[in-house]
């Protein structure tokens, strides 16, 4: 994929998308030592239709000490729908939450942004650093709130999951978010690497646990399915969106 390919479908996208991707990028340069993460030759970048509409996949994917694989996805379906997709998979060495982001919008409005820290710890309990942090943000106020799904107990007490409704809200859910992935990237940088075999075994649990829960979007699932078949539908959500198994 050209550097052009990558640049035009985010200058393409709803300004909040746009902006949110710059910012992830941008704190995670500022905050870590990133690597390129190998992607699949032909998962990097995809074409497919959707109802007679094009489809465009674009992923971005880096790894570095104490991530195996941060990963920036960005969707476009015809003019009308835009997606952006983040997830930070820890090394196993490292007992820290999954940060997911994900917004779903276009034709000039966000229906639904969502962003979290999400514990892998054995009980679901975030880290103390990463509570006292969290804890000591200042409330945001949001007109309308979003139900998690069924399959949602992989989320935390502080997840945010919002239909941002004008600019200030925008504005402020895009704070949030750097605000969450600065401290997630300032904590993890400070967190000493496990060293026992069960620790280790309990984070490579929790992990799988998240990707597990996460496959069962079936919004996400059925999308793909329509464009590009089942199979490779499976392959994608396995390997690139949630991969415990290559852990």
Not at 58 to 74: A, G, I, M, V
Request: hydrophobic share 35%.
């Amino acid at each position: 994929m050209t550097q052009a390919t990558q640049v035009s479908l985010r200058e393409q996208q709803y300004p909040l998308i746009h902006n949110l991707a710059d910012c992830i990028e941008a704190v995670w340069r500022d905050n870590l030592d990133l690597s390129p993460y190998q992607v699949p030759e032909d998962l990097g970048y995809v074409e497919g239709a959707l109802e007679g509409e094009r489809l465009v996949i674009e992923n971005h994917c880096y790894k570095t000490p104490q991530f195996r694989k941060l990963h920036l996805e960005l969707a476009r379906v015809g003019n009308g729908l835009d997606i952006l997709h983040c997830v930070m998979f820890p090394n196993p060495e490292y007992g820290i939450p999954i940060f997911g982001a994900d917004l779903v919008g276009g034709r000039g409005s966000i229906s639904a942004a969502i962003v979290d820290l999400s514990p892998v710890h054995p009980e679901r309990a975030l880290p103390r650093s990463y509570y006292n942090a969290l804890s000591n943000l200042p409330a945001l106020q949001f007109e309308q709130t979003r139900e998690l799904p069924q399959w949602g107990d992989i989320f935390s007490d502080f997840c945010l999951f919002v239909r941002p409704m004008g600019d200030r809200e925008e504005a402020d859910f895009l704070q949030r978010v750097r605000e969450y992935l600065t401290l997630h990237c300032q904590l993890a940088v400070a967190t000493e690497p496990l060293t026992t075999s069960l620790e280790i075994e309990q984070v490579l649990a929790g992990q799988r646990y998240y990707c597990e829960k996460q496959q069962q979007n079936d919004k996400t699932r059925r999308v793909l399915e329509k464009s590009f078949g089942t199979e490779w539908t499976e392959r994608y959500m396995t390997t690139m969106l949630f991969d415990f198994a290559t852990v």
